[in-house]
């Protein structure tokens, strides 16, 4: 059996596999009994929960090109912190990413640094996320990854 700790990392490292391979499905499927939080330019916080929420924010912001059906991009994501409750059955992370892109006409570059601050709780043996603030920090260009401005 997986420790709790590898558990919550393999979570963490499952979204940003879904999300460079194009599976937005697979990313809002994460969510399911959680939601995101982001901040805007202007840092209002905007929520989204839910499973079919989290799909249609993914797919009105993230560019899947035809070649693959990939953003083309590597989520690079590290320094992951868990810690688990004494309960066993909620813990909370944070890590940070740095997402890397390269198309045709665009060299490999970072495009965007993030930090994640996640919050999970157990259901039954397996680990999934209740919420997950995504913070930007470092902002590259971000015109060949999403299809709107953030």
Known sequence: MQCDMCAIKNVIYQYAD???RGDLQGVASMFSHGKII???????EHQVAGEDAVYAMYRSFTRLYEDNGTPHTKHMTSNVIVQVDATGVAASAQAYAVVFQAVDDFPLQPIIGVRYNDT?????????FSERNIQPHLYGDLGRHLLQPM
């Open 18 to 20: 879904f999300l460079d």
């Open 38 to 44: 982001t901040s805007d330019a202007t840092g209002q």
């Open 120 to 128: 999970f709780e157990k259901a039954g043996q397996v680990w999934r």
